[in-house]
């Protein structure tokens, strides 16, 4: 199966970062791992050249100091369409009603509770990219 360009995991909790980054190395499906641990961090990157392009998946907290996830997704759509090409999942662990109402306005792809396992990944790659 190809691997994905790259995966953008943006979470403030390093350790969640940490244990998504060998979650995805262990699956073998990226060719690049992006952190990021606030919204700030991730435009940052998404603002860069790569040389994989954009990542083609990203992992969104919802609750992160600074910008928070859905303040990343306001500011995302104002990007250039060839920078917004990813497939957007939010992780969480729970939602407030305003927060689901906004971020279907936003348009995510799926919204997945934290954490994030070997079924979850694998089900998001199916329904996404259809590995």
């Known amino acids: 199966m190809p691997k994905l ?23 073998e499906v990226a060719e690049r791992l992006l952190t990021a641990e606030n919204g700030t961090q991730a435009l940052e990157l998404l603002t860069q050249p790569a040389p994989t392009g954009p990542p083609a998946l990203i992992l969104l907290d919802v609750n992160m100091p600074g910008m928070n996830g859905i303040q990343f997704l306001e500011a995302y759509r104002q990007l250039p369409a060839a920078q917004r090409t990813a497939v957007i999942i939010m992780l969480t662990t729970t939602m407030d009603a305003r927060d689901l109402a906004r971020l279907d306005e936003l348009q995510i792809d799926g919204l997945v509770s934290k954490p994030l396992t070997r079924d979850k990944v694998l089900d998001m790659l199916r329904l996404h990219f259809r590995r």
Do not use: G, P, R
């Open 5 to 27: 360009s790259s995966v953008l995991l943006v979470d403030d909790d390093s350790t969640s970062n940490f244990l998504n980054e060998l979650l995805f190395q262990d699956l």
